[in-house]
């Protein structure tokens, strides 16, 4: 069973947005060590596998949702930011 924690549905389709405009993105998210990161590149891809969703950012990183912490500065709502 998953621990994943599903993403506000306006926050989803936020990454969306982005990442049809293919622009780059400040995007702050906690690893898997739980280490705060920043990066800026773009949303590959926003998909689902199994009961979690995920980001893909160039050149083929994947980053759970509720790993993220902002993008482009708007905190995800639960986030904590």
């Known amino acids: 069973m998953s621990d994943y924690i599903p993403i506000a549905c ?3 389709d936020e990454l969306e947005l ?3 405009r293919g622009r780059q993105v ?3 998210y906690l690893t898997a ?3 705060s990161t920043t990066r800026v ?3 590959l891809d926003v998909f ?3 009961q979690e969703e995920f980001i893909r950012l160039e050149p083929d990183e994947e980053i759970r949702l509720d790993r ?3 993008i482009d500065g ?3 709502p639960g986030a904590g930011c």
């Open 10 to 12: 306006s926050f989803y």
């Open 18 to 20: 982005r990442a049809m």
């Open 26 to 28: 400040k995007v702050t």
């Open 33 to 35: 060590d739980g280490l």
């Open 41 to 43: 590149a773009r949303i």
């Open 48 to 50: 689902a596998r199994g």
């Open 68 to 70: 993220l912490m902002s």
């Open 74 to 76: 708007l905190a995800r």
